[in-house]
Structure formats: C-alpha cells, structure tokens
C-alpha cells in the first residue's frame, strides 16, 4: 500500500508494504544468541503447566502455549518512556500504554563512530574515565546539519563499526559499550527530537553511578530527582539496543514505533523504517 504524507510544504510517497525491521529477534531458547547489558539473567520460554495439560505439542500437548520471562531493558530491542527514571505513581510517568504515538513518524538515520572521551570538550556525569568512548554534540550537528526540525520527529544513531554480532552482545565491564555526553542530547532536545532509537544498551554509560545524566537530559527531569515537573516532557520515548543493518542507508525515512500496551515504563518494541520517495 503506498500512502502520500505531506510534511511542511513538502510531499513524500510511502510504500507501507516494505519497511526495515530494527529490532533484534529474540531466540527464547538459545541464551547464547540473545544480546545481554548488565548481567541481567537470560530470557526464557517453558511450556506452561496447568490440571494436567502440558502447552507443548512435542511433549503431548493439543497446542503451544509458552509462558515467557525476560527483562525488557536488557534481553534485547526495547522502548522506555520517562517512567524509567520517575515514580511509578506521579502522573507524568507516563507507562508504554499511555504513549501517544503517530503511526508514521520523520526520521532521520545516521551513523556514527563514537569517538574518545579524550577528544571532546563535552561534558558527563560522573565524569569520564580514560577508556570510555562517546556520541559528541559536534558529530551529532554535523550529521543532523543538513535535516530541517521537521524531518527529526525520530532520530535512529547507527554505531560504526556495524558488525551483526550486536545482535548477540553481550554488554559488561570487559565488553563496554559507547553512550552520549551531556552536550549531545541537549542538541537533540534543542532540534525538537522526540524519538531516539540507539544500537547502543544505553543513552548512558554501563556504570555511571546511577545517575543517568543523559536520561535525565533527555526527559527534562531534574538530575537526582525521580519527580518529572511541568516542564518534563513526557511523552518521548528511548528505543535501546535496535540493530540498523548495514543494507539500509543513511537519509530521511519515516518510522512506525511498534510496542505492546503494557503498564510498564519499557517494553519490547519493533521499530519499523520506511522509505521516503519525495515528491518534485
């Protein structure tokens, strides 16, 4: 089906029939293919059992039926709203049931080699150490330079290099990966991004002494405080630990964010990149 969206002044065609996955499939049965951030125990499957029925066709059952467990923030591709970082009960902390997202979103792709902290000004907190490597606001302006506020709804970072043994990482003190500085998502909030999807575990280091700055930053929720205010904004969202392969090409697409309704501050997510065939 192609659709035709209109976007500022400008008019772009959208076949909804092919669109890019960037979410990790999640083998339930071989822990060992599964990504993995902070020691978090694997995800698992097992047929559930109840008065005598098994839901497991290979062991007799009349059907399958699998009782799932996982850890949505580290056993692979997930969503987290500002309830990751606030009080389950304020409000504000809104749950993945409570987002309100458009089904088509202007996204922007590209990619980035995170470079030594060394070699920024930037700043974080708590600061950094000598091996840690990041996303600078100065790679992020000169990527984004060219993309009008508009087109950056939604901003997918790619991580160079791209190898696909991302999809089976396993993130922890020997294995750390790269994350954002404090001067990189007060750029983004700055161009208006409400959508971030990252290859990366986290927007914040591996062991930041759970501070998380950049989540922080990112939500406009005072660091240190687990209270969102009227000025939070509540409803952008934090796609972790995606997959972009390296057959889609930097540029402007348009994104559906796919997650389940769960009351949760994070959730599996499927989020799906569609090519934008602008119109003369």
């Known amino acids: 089906m192609k659709i035709s969206i209109t976007l500022g002044e400008q008019q772009y065609n959208v076949n909804t029939d092919f669109g890019h996955s960037l979410a990790i499939a999640l083998d339930f049965d071989r822990s060992e293919n599964q990504p ?3 020691g978090a125990a694997p995800a698992l499957a097992k047929p559930m059992q109840a008065s005598g ?3 497991d066709t290979t062991q007799g059952g009349s059907c399958n039926v699998f009782e799932l467990s996982f850890n ?4 692979g591709t997930h969503t987290e709203t500002i309830g990751h970082i606030c009080d389950q009960d304020n409000a504000l902390a809104l749950s993945i049931s409570a987002l309100e997202l458009p ?3 202007p996204c922007a792709l590209i990619s980035l080699t995170p470079i030594k902290a060394s070699d920024t000004t930037d700043q974080y907190s708590p600061s950094f150490s000598v091996h840690d490597k990041v996303i600078s606001r100065q790679q992020l302006e000169q990527s984004l330079a060219t993309y009008p506020d508009i087109q950056l709804q939604s901003v997918v970072v790619r991580t160079l290099p791209n190898s696909a043994d991302k999809c089976q990482a396993n993130y922890n003190q020997a294995n750390q990966p790269a994350f954002f500085t404090r001067d990189a998502v007060l750029y983004l909030n700055e161009r208006g991004v409400e959508h ?3 290859d990366l575990p986290s927007l914040d280091r591996l062991n930041d002494d759970g501070l998380l700055t950049c989540h922080h930053i990112f939500w406009q929720v005072k660091e240190g405080v687990h209270q969102p205010s009227s000025n939070s904004l509540i409803n952008k969202t934090i796609t972790e630990m995606a997959y972009i392969n390296n057959s889609l090409h930097d540029g402007f697409y348009f994104m559906s964010l796919q997650i389940p309704a ?3 501050d994070a959730a599996p997510s499927r989020p799906m990149l569609y090519q934008a065939e602008r119109l003369s």
């Open 53 to 55: 029925f098994i839901g």
């Open 196 to 198: 971030l999807v990252l």
């Open 36 to 38: 993995n951030h902070f």
């Open 262 to 264: 769960f009351v949760n």
């Open 72 to 75: 949505p923030h580290c056993n």
């Open 103 to 105: 089904p088509l979103m």
